[in-house]
């Protein structure tokens, strides 16, 4: 990707609305737009529908496309102040997606290059605009699906990651500067930082990042639906349950104990939320092959999960197949099922569930979608308001800084009243605060730019 080329995309969001967005970034960014644009006012046409000074402007006219002149208008950035760095042109006008496609064949045509997916972004980010860490905050905040989210994915975009490790990379070059000193003195009866110093000074810093990484919320995982996962023993009616939630014929549904063999899925609505409902197989001990593949993938969908339905079939004669469900590493809603099965005075003694439903009958269904809703909203509430969106890089660099933080600190911990390995603790030292440079937007490299604006849309 040349950054002295000029780029074109839709911006806006995919499908028809009531406006588009072509975006144009780069030198010649005026007199292409000037090629598909018209301004209503002489001067501004004049200027290629540019601003004659200042930063930004908003000049009104009809964009030309085939035999269309259609009424919209241009937003103009001068470089340096636009959000790429270089000149910027926005046009807006009906967003009708043959339409918008013509514009950018247009611009093409007029010698504007195809933007790559993140392109206008990478700019920014060359341009000095923002850091990868704020690059990432604008991914998040595209991706986000909820205020939580959107929340997080702005303290990211704000810099907040990126101050957080700014600041604990200059505390360890402090201390790293002291335990080079101490090297490069080592003959001479100077004592430029003690262990306890030196301790102390390594807790600060992995405080302040273990507490970033603790607060963090996982943002790689936002372009997908929370995942709630039907799971129980067999014939517990769990695919009647996945269809009667979902009004589909997800699933087949038998009274033959081990139908399910396969993940199922569907999107449910709840409310204003929506979540992926998936169906797997019965827990059973393996008894071939087939049933060893099923609960495999059983295992893996359930590792996956936002949340676990263990769903019970309260009508067993059976105490075993009513036994509480195994420990899941998230939160786990006890639903009875067939509860239509039940005598008025069989239904005294399941008390024990936190909702009783019916998936032949619908009994208790729109209580236990309440129940998905509040749940997935509870995982929410729950996370710190300083909270910060992190990608899978963000965490394995917080995690590469604290275990060289935890090295240094125990070389530290065994030094006696003089510092010894100071050569080893250096090292620590300096593979912590590389680590973090990239939190801070002080490090990167072709590949890892590649790989962050790959996942980008294109327009972004």
Same mark, same amino acid.
């Given at each position: 990707?040349?950054?002295?080329?000029?780029?074109?995309a839709?911006?806006?969001?995919?499908?028809?609305?009531?406006?588009?967005?072509?975006? &144009?970034? =780069?030198p !010649?960014?005026?007199?292409? @737009?000037?090629?598909?644009?018209?301004?209503?006012?002489?001067?501004?046409?004049?200027?290629?529908?540019?601003?004659?000074?200042?930063?930004?402007?908003?000049?009104?006219?009809?964009?030309?496309?085939? +035999?269309?002149?259609?009424?919209?208008? !241009?937003? #103009?950035?001068?470089?340096?102040?636009?959000?790429? =760095?270089?000149?910027?042109?926005?046009?807006?006008?009906?967003?009708?997606?043959?339409?918008?496609? %013509?514009?950018?064949?247009?611009?093409?045509?007029?010698?504007?290059?195809?933007?790559?997916?993140?392109?206008?972004?990478? $700019?920014?980010?060359? !341009?000095?605009?923002?850091?990868?860490?704020?690059?990432?905050?604008? @991914?998040?905040m595209?991706?986000?699906?909820?205020?939580?989210?959107?929340?997080?994915?702005?303290?990211?975009?704000?810099?907040?990651?990126?101050?957080?490790?700014?600041?604990? $990379?200059?505390?360890?070059?402090? /201390?790293?500067?002291?335990?080079?000193?101490?090297?490069?003195?080592?003959?001479?009866?100077?004592?430029?930082?003690?262990?306890?110093q030196?301790?102390?000074?390594l807790?600060?810093? $992995?405080?302040?990042?273990?507490?970033t990484?603790?607060?963090?919320?996982?943002?790689?995982r %936002?372009?997908?639906?929370?995942?709630?996962?039907?799971?129980?023993?067999?014939?517990?009616?769990?695919?009647? /349950?996945?269809?009667?939630?979902?009004?589909?014929?997800?699933?087949?549904?038998?009274?033959?104990?081990?139908?399910?063999?396969?993940? /199922?899925? *569907?999107?449910?609505?709840?409310?204003?939320?929506?979540?992926?409902?998936?169906?797997?197989?019965?827990? &059973?001990?393996?008894?071939?092959?087939?049933?060893?593949?099923?609960?495999? !993938?059983?295992?893996?969908?359930?590792?996956?999960?936002?949340l #676990?339905? %263990?769903?019970?079939?309260?009508?067993?004669?059976?105490?075993?197949?009513?036994?509480?469900?195994?420990?899941?590493? &998230?939160?786990?809603?006890?639903?009875?099922?067939?509860?239509?099965?039940?005598?008025s =005075?069989?239904?005294?003694g399941?008390?024990?569930?936190?909702?009783?439903?019916? *998936?032949?009958?619908? *009994?208790?269904?729109?209580?236990?979608?309440?129940?998905l809703?509040?749940?997935?909203?509870?995982?929410?509430?729950?996370?710190?308001d300083?909270?910060?969106?992190?990608?899978?890089?963000?965490?394995? @660099?917080?995690?590469?800084?604290?275990?060289?933080?935890?090295?240094?600190?125990?070389?530290?911990?065994?030094?006696?009243?003089?510092l010894?390995? @100071?050569?080893?603790? *250096?090292?620590?030292?300096?593979?912590?605060?590389?680590?973090?440079?990239?939190?801070? =937007?002080?490090?990167?490299?072709?590949?890892?730019?590649?790989?962050?604006?790959? +996942?980008?849309?294109?327009?972004?």
């Open positions: 990707m040349n950054p002295d080329d000029t780029i074109v839709i911006s806006s969001a995919a499908g028809a609305a009531a406006r588009g967005i072509v975006r &144009v970034s =780069g !010649a960014a005026m007199a292409i @737009a000037s090629n598909v644009f018209e301004a209503d006012d002489a001067a501004a046409a004049g200027s290629g529908g540019a601003s004659p000074s200042g930063a930004s402007d908003c000049v009104e006219g009809f964009v030309r496309v085939g +035999r269309f002149r259609l009424p919209g208008f !241009a937003l #103009v950035f001068r470089a340096p102040r636009s959000y790429t =760095g270089q000149d910027v042109v926005e046009l807006h006008f009906l967003g009708a997606p043959v339409l918008l496609g %013509w514009v950018v064949e247009a611009c093409i045509a007029a010698g504007a290059r195809r933007a790559e997916p993140g392109e206008f972004t990478l $700019r920014a980010v060359l !341009a000095g605009r923002m850091d990868l860490s704020q690059a990432h905050g604008v @991914a998040g595209i991706a986000a699906r909820s205020d939580m989210q959107l929340r997080a994915a702005e303290r990211l975009l704000h810099g907040e990651l990126s101050r957080v490790a700014g600041a604990a $990379r200059e505390r360890l070059a402090d /201390l790293l500067s002291l335990v080079e000193g101490a090297l490069d003195f080592a003959e001479e009866p100077i004592e430029f930082i003690t262990p306890g030196l301790r102390d000074g807790m600060e810093v $992995r405080k302040a990042l273990a507490a990484t603790a607060a963090g919320v996982r943002a790689e %936002w372009e997908q639906l929370p995942r709630v996962v039907l799971a129980g023993h067999p014939n517990a009616g769990k695919s009647s /349950l996945l269809n009667r939630l979902t009004g589909l014929d997800r699933a087949i549904c038998a009274p033959v104990a081990g139908t399910t063999r396969d993940v /199922l899925s *569907a999107p449910l609505q709840l409310g204003e939320m929506e979540c992926l409902l998936i169906d797997v197989a019965g827990v &059973v001990e393996a008894v071939d092959a087939l049933d060893a593949q099923a609960q495999r !993938a059983a295992r893996d969908a359930l590792a996956s999960a936002d #676990v339905v %263990w769903v019970v079939d309260v009508a067993e004669s059976d105490p075993t197949r009513r036994v509480e469900p195994p420990a899941f590493d &998230v939160p786990i809603l006890l639903v009875g099922n067939k509860c239509d099965l039940l005598g =005075g069989r239904a005294a399941v008390s024990e569930y936190e909702l009783l439903v019916s *998936a032949a009958t619908g *009994a208790g269904v729109d209580a236990l979608k309440s129940a809703a509040a749940r997935l909203r509870a995982r929410e509430s729950a996370v710190s300083a909270a910060i969106a992190l990608m899978s890089e963000h965490r394995a @660099a917080l995690d590469a800084a604290l275990e060289s933080l935890d090295r240094a600190i125990k070389l530290a911990l065994s030094s006696g009243e003089t010894s390995d @100071a050569d080893l603790v *250096a090292a620590e030292l300096r593979t912590a605060a590389e680590e973090l440079g990239v939190l801070a =937007g002080q490090e990167d490299t072709e590949e890892l730019l590649g790989r962050i604006f790959s +996942r980008f849309c294109v327009g972004k």
